[in-house]
């Protein structure tokens, strides 16, 4: 899976799976992203105590896991601060990875997506290691190529702790077999993980992470105040330090859409067109269709939970010549930027 539009359209990627129909990365989230057809899926990873990479949105899993309910773990519930943000709950680098195996799937947002969570508490926690097999396993089932978008979170918090993710995502990668595979896309936040993996030779294609605000927290840990922010990043001088570093990147939607105070678009920006004059590539995330993830212009009746237009804010962004897009609904997605 190349970062190219040689497919004539944008790639399709199973953001955590299909987490709009099943707890997001669990067995189920990817088998049914695989089905629909993705492009690649991506999972999140975080380490564990004894160092094994687990497929996690975040290191504190209260929100995505039965860790609540089970009074063995009752007295690992703490408050730490991550990447200069308080979170009080069950962390993953305070469980082995057997301790973990035992935990159960729970979805994220149940308000907003109750037929999901009609699958909680029904599948176990997955290793990165587990959905390398997956993908690989439904790429010969399907006789085609089906990449892995990987996203590392939180590098330089868990490198405090002691737990160093590169060495990890390498031996996971290589001993999977992954690790010279043109279907490996690496992202991250923070761009220090990403140079160091890819000065350790890890063959691979590399996408920094921009959000619409805020400052990368490795470079705010190094520089303070001095770091550079997301918005200056996206800059015509921010992307042209980017250039020779990374293979591209992938923005928050709003990023493209610019929306206003009132959370109606005023965009599309010139940060694709700018992106691409530097042979960059260009993902963006997250497409979801409820309600409450649109922009004001395309939210429709029935609630936060409800379907709005979302097809038409789809196509703005597939229109404004986007590599790349992550969904939570593959089959929508599919729909609209694939067929």
Known sequence: MRLDRSLGRPLVIGHRGAPGYRPEHSRSSYDLALAMGVDAV??????????????????EISGTTDVGTRPEFADRRTTKTVDGTALTGWFTEDFTWAELATLKCRERLPKIRPASASFDDQQPILRLTDVLELVRAASAEQDREIGVVLEIKHATYFAGVGLDVVPLVQADLRASGWSDSPGVVIEAFESTVLERLREGGLRAQYVYLIEAGGRPWDLVAAHGDEAPTYRQTVQPAGLDALVGRFD????????ILAPNKLGRMTGPTRVIDDAHARGLKVFTWTCRPENTFLVADFRGKGGAAALGDYEAEWRVIRAAGVDGVFVDHPDLGMDVFAR
């Open 248 to 255: 591209g990147i992938s923005v928050d939607k709003r990023v």
């Open 42 to 59: 991506e999972p999140d990873v975080v380490p564990t105590r004894d160092g094994v990479l687990v497929v996690r949105h975040e290191n």
